[in-house]
Nanobody, 120 residues
Framework: VQLVESGGGLVQAGGSLRLSCAVS????????MGWFRRAPGKEREFVGY???????FYAASVKGRFTISRDNNRNTVYLQMNSLKPEDTAVYYC???????????????WGQGTQVTVSS
């Protein structure tokens, strides 16, 4: 099983980035996909998820700014991040779960992470 994130980088506050997570090795369409992030010196936190059927749920801190989508034909999940703030700076991870959850402990598979840095 592989989850490979891409699309991270440096962006100014107010800017946008789109992260991708390409998946292989399991039946992508059967899994819920989550995004998490870990800021320097902080615990990993939930960002949002997209269910196998396309339903989404977001953390309050990103709701209205971030959008998760998935392409089951390409086995890829996306995180569109708009109106970025310096406090969004973190390593972003995608993860896969067979249950619908915000808890990182319940995700089975993880990517290696991609750095997002938002400058003020």
């Amino acid at each position: 099983v592989q989850l490979v994130e891409s699309g991270g980088g440096l962006v100014q506050a107010g800017g946008s980035l789109r992260l991708s997570c390409a998946v292989s090795g399991y039946t992508f369409s059967s899994y819920d996909m989550g995004w998490f992030r870990r800021a320097p010196g902080k615990e990993r936190e939930f960002v949002g998820y997209i269910r196998w059927n396309g339903d989404t749920f977001y953390a309050a801190s990103v709701k209205g700014r971030f959008t998760i989508s998935r392409d089951n034909n390409r086995n890829t999940v996306y995180l569109q991040m708009n109106s970025l703030k310096p406090e969004d700076t973190a390593v972003y991870y995608c993860a896969a779960a067979t249950v619908t959850t915000t808890k990182d402990s319940e995700y089975e598979y993880w990517g290696q992470g991609t750095q997002v840095t938002v400058s003020s």
